[in-house]
């Protein structure tokens, strides 16, 4: 999941459309668009939605935009309208651009001027029940969208890109209480992105239930009980179960899976290569490398379609992209953005997507 923001920006690269007299192609940070001809020019600031805001009826007719929005049932079962993807002509355009009111300046956000909210689709049917959220336990990073952010990784920088699985995203991992006479306590964890998840009552029950299957696994149990042993308070692996009846994509799967991307240690997440070869050494599957080498957003931008790495007759959703090291940055925090394939996007894959709590 990401944040929504409504930027006043600038519009450039303002070009020919290969394919329609009227149009003219643009690109909006890292977003390609489909403007009338004629009416912007290289460097004019404008006010940019991206794909997958949700703008309220009285807003989209007083912009004169109602008739380009697509009305789509969100997480809370109402019809909202909200702005999304088109191909005009051929060519892929990404979200809405229009020309700035008065007294907005470029750098700002406008998403609470114009009443802008993100849309978040139904909810998925949920495996296991909720249990109270442990501060300690927490969720995974806010992964931005590449497109809206073209320049937080800087060209050369080294990165890892990995395969963004369509699945579902989960955690496992545990806490320390301190019992009488100063014991350690083992308490494990698992959970969606969103919720923390009940401990399943016998093995089977946790073999079947999607955010705790993880802990089955001979090496995640054993990477995570060898942490407590070496005297962390806590440790949290990230991953992806996948498979049959998650999403659309399944993979080849016949049942579930799981891959991890990230393994957080005592409130720190490790470098990458760290990371790797913890992994390898408890043999715990990881989501694919796509790319390893100087960072450039072409190159991302080609590895974000394709044949997926994980197997199947599926092709890739997109890919995760980070820097070698560990950094934060002043506007996104933690360094770690998607970029989403416009095969997928395009793709019934994504007006099927659900979301997991």
Not at 75 to 80: A, F, M, P, S
Not at 181 to 207: C, F, H, N, T
Not at 282 to 305: C, H, M, N
Request: hydrophobic letters at 40%.
């Amino acid at each position: 999941m990401s944040t929504i923001k409504v930027e006043v920006t600038r519009i450039n690269d303002v070009r020919a459309h290969s394919n329609a007299d009227a149009l003219e192609l643009a690109t909006v940070g890292g977003w390609q668009m489909c403007v009338k001809k004629g009416v912007y020019r290289d460097g004019d600031p404008v006010v940019y939605f991206e794909q997958g805001t949700v703008l309220s009826r009285a807003v989209a007719d007083r912009l004169g935009v109602t008739q380009y929005l697509s009305e789509k049932l969100d997480i809370n079962g109402e019809r909202v309208l909200v702005i999304h993807r088109v191909r005009l002509r051929g060519e892929p355009s990404f979200g809405l651009v229009i020309s700035p009111e008065a007294g907005m300046e470029v750098g700002q956000d406008v998403a609470d001027f114009y009443g802008a909210t993100k849309f978040y689709p139904p909810v998925r049917t949920q495996a296991g029940d909720a249990a109270a959220n442990d501060p300690r336990f927490p969720a995974y990073t806010e992964v931005e969208n590449m497109r809206s952010y073209p320049a937080v990784i800087g060209p050369g920088e080294e990165v890892v890109a990995t395969e963004k699985l369509h699945g579902t995203n989960c955690r496992v991992g545990f806490v320390t209480n301190t019992a009488v006479d100063d014991q350690r306590e083992m308490i494990p964890m698992a959970g969606s992105r969103g919720l923390r998840r009940k401990e399943p009552l016998d093995a089977e029950a946790m073999r079947n239930n999607t955010y705790w299957y993880p802990w089955t696994l001979e090496g995640v149990k054993n990477l995570l009980h060898d942490l407590f042993a070496q005297s962390h308070h806590t440790a949290i692996l990230y991953g992806e179960v996948f498979g049959s009846g998650i999403q659309s994509y399944t993979y080849g799967q016949k049942s579930i899976a799981f891959r991890a991307f990230d393994l957080m240690i005592d409130g720190k997440f490790l470098d990458y290569d760290a990371f790797v070869a913890c992994c390898k050494k408890y043999a715990i599957e990881t989501v694919p490398l796509a790319y390893r080498g100087p960072f450039s957003l072409s190159t991302i931008k080609q590895l974000s379609d394709g044949a997926s790495l994980v197997g199947g007759k599926q092709d890739r959703e997109g890919v995760v992209v980070k820097p070698v090291q560990e950094r934060q940055d002043a506007k996104i925090g933690r360094v770690i953005l998607k970029y989403v394939g416009d095969a997928y996007l395009f793709g019934k894959a994504a007006e099927q997507d659900t979301t997991d709590l």
